[in-house]
């Protein structure tokens, strides 16, 4: 059953890690929004001689030699990301979401600049200039919130005022911990209105916005978008930023990826990345994107239906989050806990204006990319969302849990995770 022959002989005591992971994946049902499973072919790319090579540069253009195939591999890599996200430019060597952010911001700011996003309370992303991170030393955040959150609405009109009080150089979209679409053509108006770059951090939504099922920032005149690859865009762990046409801001973010803040790219992910693109611009990548929000909306029907509230009133994409301290007396930790002992892995989550901490907070954050992955429908969605309410109702019930661990196992029987997504 395992790809780890050699691992096996050569390292027993890590092996063992390995193969735990292996029947935890199997086993059990991943709702963890921002996970995914990748198809054996990204893991022979993540896996492959590309990780012996350092290729500091970009095609053409290395400090090293012996780059013929890694310059002619990065190039594929370039223009599928290109063509999935109608991109002009792509620099596909970011290590990750943070370091894809962190380069963003040097390219397109000075330090001290201000940068409008959304609050970390709200559904934005540490990254977005939360108090405790070092980027946060550097430039200036101001933010944005939700109007209403029982409809999830953005505050436009107070986002259109605190951009045109701190003149920020960059309006950013985006979010980690939020289900609603959002309205570029709004944020564009009004960056255009303070002179501010528009970018969106679509990190959550790659696979969406890849198959055409959520709008597309570009269609609206946004500037950049920065990314992860391994969301639902369904690729390897890592990082990614798109500009839409210009050629100085793809300079710029560039030279802020290397040298500015990266050394040698990571050779054998920038493959898998490619081999994952590929996957992604296969027509079946949309029929499994559309998969996502159904099922989405089946989990909402059924938390709807117990009356469990949920942010934002429900989702337009691919993650809910519900309050259940609120709704069921259930910290957002005891939740996370007695999911994971059935068989269920999502996590604990903040929620707007929660009176809790962020250790046990109120809410749970889930979504669906890795079960729609497995080829789960709108009927295991519901049956799932129905353990899940059945569960957190009755926690301290031993004998409901044994029970309830075996029916999530069954119906993870029944949909393996696929090696292939294309035919
Ligand atoms: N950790 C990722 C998430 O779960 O949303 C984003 O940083």
């Known amino acids: 059953m395992n790809d780890y022959t050699f691992i096996q002989q050569q390292d027993p005591e890590l092996y063992a890690t390995l193969v735990g992971e292996e029947e935890r994946e199997r086993t059990g049902v991943e709702l963890i929004p921002s996970e995914n499973y990748v198809s054996k072919a990204v893991r022979e790319a993540a ?29 594929i890599t370039i223009d599928r990301a290109c063509q999935l996200f109608k991109a002009k430019y792509a620099n596909v060597q970011p290590l990750g979401g943070a370091a894809a952010n962190v380069a963003m911001y040097f390219a397109l700011m000075e330090p001290g600049d201000t940068v409008l996003g959304m609050d970390l309370s709200h559904g934005g992303h540490l990254t977005h200039g939360h108090p405790t991170t070092e980027i946060n030393k550097v430039f200036n955040f101001v933010r944005y919130k939700m109007k209403d959150v029982a409809t999830g609405e953005i505050d436009y009109d107070e986002l259109r005022t605190v951009a045109l009080e701190h003149k920020p150089k960059i309006i950013l979209a985006g979010f980690s911990a939020y289900s609603r679409e959002l309205d570029y053509e709004k944020m564009k108006a009004i960056a255009d209105e303070v ?12 696979g969406l916005i890849a198959a055409g099922v959520l709008k597309n920032p570009f269609d609206y005149g946004f500037d950049v978008m920065t990314m992860t690859t391994h969301k639902s865009l369904r690729g390897p762990r890592g990082g990614m930023i798109v500009v839409r046409e210009s050629e100085e801001l793809a300079k710029r973010i560039n030279k802020a990826v290397f040298p500015g803040m990266q050394g040698g790219p990571h050779m054998h992910i920038v493959a898998a990345k490619g081999v994952a693109f590929k996957e992604a611009l296969d027509p079946s990548f949309r029929t499994y994107a559309e998969q996502i929000v159904k099922n989405a909306k089946a989990m909402e029907a059924v938390f709807k239906e117990h009356d469990i509230r949920l942010l934002a009133g429900g989702t337009d ?22 999911l994971d002992e059935i068989g269920i892995t999502l996590n604990k989550n903040m929620i707007a204006d929660d009176p809790r901490t962020a250790m046990d907070p109120s809410g749970i954050r889930f979504g669906t990319p890795a079960m729609t992955t497995r080829g789960m429908q709108e009927a295991e969605a519901t049956k799932l969302a129905e353990l899940m309410v059945t569960v957190m109702k009755d926690k301290d019930n031993a004998e409901l849990k044994t029970k309830l661990r075996a029916e999530v196992k069954e119906l993870c029987e029944a949909f393996p995770v696929p090696d292939s997504f294309v035919s």
């Open 47 to 75: 896996g492959s001689v590309f990780t012996n090579k350092y290729s500091e540069g970009y095609p053409g253009k290395r400090y090293y030699g012996g780059q013929e195939f890694t310059d002619a591999m990065e190039r």
């Open 317 to 338: 994409n691919h993650l809910l989050l519900a309050d259940v301290y609120g709704s069921l007396g259930v910290t957002g930790q005891e939740a996370e806990s007695v």
């Open 195 to 206: 002179g501010a770059y528009t970018v969106a951090d679509v990190a959550h939504i790659t």
